[in-house]
């Protein structure tokens, strides 16, 4: 079921049949937060109630938060306002409000604790009482998942870092995809819509809130992980001068796209840093978010020469930036230019690293058990080249070339020193074009 199809009753009266989109509704007299369940409701007046539910999936030890809001919005008081929460007759809590004067609202907290039921489907309903009525004023499913082994292997759905909206498509098949071991979904988010920001992306991958919770809440169900990837250079920032990195001439540097933005200036670091903080903090509850991709694959053909990146090259005691070559003959001097403004640039100068840094310190303050990183490695083996992250990454492509699993070695030597983590992925199956 995709939608939510609610039928009102009032006094006993049909008065509406109401069919909204997943996600929350709002009412003038009900408002559930919840992703996908259909009931059929009667309510008796005057009292009014909002229900607030987050998710429908829980592991075991978890608890289910309920927050029922009622008001009156009679002319005398009510008393004596009794609600009882029900777990299919398993587990019950109860409240009671003692008095609501004319237009007052009062909340009613429920934890459900799950540590003693097994796994499987269950419903919370919610009885209303008072004076001479007696209602049920919701009911809901809920899954009770089992915890899944932290050690295992993660085997990744990639939906990649150009994901179209009917990528999604993948996700809706998570069940599907469970079977066949895959238990982590990666999936890219590169842009927020928000009124500060109102840009468009290349890829349309915008970050879609009612979307994103109902994937993280299904996965529990389906024991798997879900990983956004915070690709916030694919954004477009034709809209926002000075963003794009530029050559000597003032034009657009390519990169990995035909216009690439810089990661220095101040638009897309705050950019950047917000398209972070609104994914995390929307998605902090969901077990199933665990990891956290930044960034990857940046590149400039050249140096970007705007005004602020002039300086910083003068500030690093380089007058004229070099094009960034290799070099032909083996072993050079450290003190070679041609050596120290490479070594510079892949550890300072480029700063995508910097960029993920920041963009990890922000995650990390609103979930800090989420596991990050960015990749690939490979593009140049320095120590500090993925620093403040949780993992080195790197990938290869088994069917053009198995040795390349070799390069683990690398990873685990450059991991050391800020004792971080390794991660090398192997793409088995790849999208048409690999």
Known sequence: MNRLDLKIRLSGKKISSLTEKTGFLRLPFLM???????????????????????????????QIPVKILL???A???IKNIHLEINLDNILKQDA??????????????????????????????????YENEKKQIFQFPVSICKRVNPDRLPVFFWIGGGAKPQSWKGILRMKELAEHGINLILCCCSEYRKEKYPIKT???????????????????????DIAPYFYSNAADFNDTPGVYAVDRNG???????????????????????QLTKVVTE????????????????????GTCQSARCRQRYSAAGFSDPLRIEAIKNGIIEDS????????????????????????????????????????????????????????????????QDPKRALYIETLIAAAKPEKQKTLQVFSLFCHPGF
Not at 37 to 61: C, K, W
């Open 32 to 62: 559930v937060c919840c992703f996908l369940f259909q009931t059929d409701m009667s309510y008796g007046a005057p009292l009014e109630s909002e229900v607030i539910i987050r998710r429908h999936n829980y592991i075991r030890g978890e």
């Open 71 to 73: 008001r009156n919005p």
């Open 75 to 77: 002319a005398q008081k």
């Open 96 to 129: 009671v409000i003692k008095e609501l004067a004319p237009g007052e609202s009062k909340a009613s907290a429920f934890n459900i604790a799950t540590q003693a039921l097994r796994s499987g489907d269950y419903k919370v309903s919610c009885m209303l009482k």
């Open 202 to 224: 290349y890829y349309g991958a915008f970050f879609e809130p009612d979307k994103w919770r109902k994937a993280f809440d299904d996965a529990l169900k389906y024991g798997m």
């Open 251 to 273: 034009k657009h540097l390519p990169g990995l796209r035909k216009v690439m933005p810089c990661p220095f200036e101040p638009a897309f670091i705050d950019f950047s840093k």
């Open 282 to 301: 929307e998605m902090k509850d969901y077990p199933s978010f665990k990891y956290a991709m930044f960034n990857s694959e940046f590149s400039l053909k």
């Open 336 to 399: 070679n230019e041609k050596y120290r403004f490479p070594r510079w640039w892949w550890q300072e100068g480029l700063g995508d690293n910097l960029l993920n840094e920041q963009m990890a310190r922000e995650l990390k303050k609103i979930k800090p058990e989420v596991i990050t990183w960015s990749e690939p490695f490979r593009d140049v083996a320095l120590y500090n080249r993925k620093k403040g992250l949780d993992c080195l990454g790197d990938w290869c492509y088994c069917r």
